[in-house]
């Protein structure tokens, strides 16, 4: 971990920061500092080989951390701590949090503004090429991607190939780190409103 970086972040100084943040944070809420430390601290673990092995890093962090009976705090930490499970136990929380301070922080990351903004309309462009694709919003630092469809073009099946498609496209064309979420959206919405108009009252002829 001493030799990777994210957007020029030092992976393993990231992980001690983090580590040492969900401690800060823990022995503030009265939550086991050391377990929070240590959910913290191997939170990035499995960006030690994800270059070597196939899975992302949160996959392979996972397999390490039950790999040596690591507690199930820490496990579920690693887990989600890229929204790719859901966790609301403590422990996850602090782990997300103390990750987005520190790499937030002001100077933690190298990647340019412009460097950013062109992947993140690389990722729009490609959701937007496919037919039938109304929007597309690149969001959570593009870690994840909402694709709106036009419901009266689209029916659910072509949905999924949309998504698949853009997945593959993604895959093949961007260079982009950790997962990416896609959610394609096609909702079919019909509204009437009744009353609200005021009536004309016929007038009977006397």
């Known amino acids: 971990m001493q030799y990777r970086t994210s957007y020029g972040q030092n992976v393993l100084q ?3 920061e983090v580590a040492e943040l969900c401690g800060l944070i823990a022995a503030e809420l009265g939550i086991q500092p050391q377990l929070a430390k240590r959910a913290g601290l191997l939170h990035d673990i499995g960006k030690a080989v994800d270059r070597e092995v196939n899975g992302t890093h949160v996959e392979l962090g996972v397999k390490i951390a039950e790999a040596y009976r690591e507690p199930t ?16 136990d403590s422990i996850s929380i602090l782990v997300r949090v103390a990750d987005s301070l520190s790499g937030s922080r002001p100077g933690a990351r190298s990647e340019s503004v412009e460097e950013y903004i062109n992947r993140l309309k690389g990722l729009e462009r490609i959701a937007r090429q496919h037919q039938g694709v109304k929007d597309s919003y690149a969001i959570q630092a593009g870690r994840e991607i909402r694709i709106i469809v036009n419901p009266n073009e689209v029916d659910d099946h072509q949905s999924q190939s949309i998504t698949d ?12 780190p950790g997962k990416i979420k ?25």
């Open 14 to 16: 990231h992980s001690v």
């Open 73 to 88: 705090e820490v496990v579920q930490a690693i887990a989600a701590s890229h929204g790719d499970v859901d966790g609301d």
């Open 165 to 176: 498609e853009v997945a593959a496209q993604i895959e093949a064309e961007l260079t982009y």
């Open 182 to 206: 896609i959610t394609t959206i096609r909702q079919l919405s019909a509204v009437q409103y009744v009353g609200g108009k005021p009536t004309t009252k016929k007038k009977h002829a006397s």
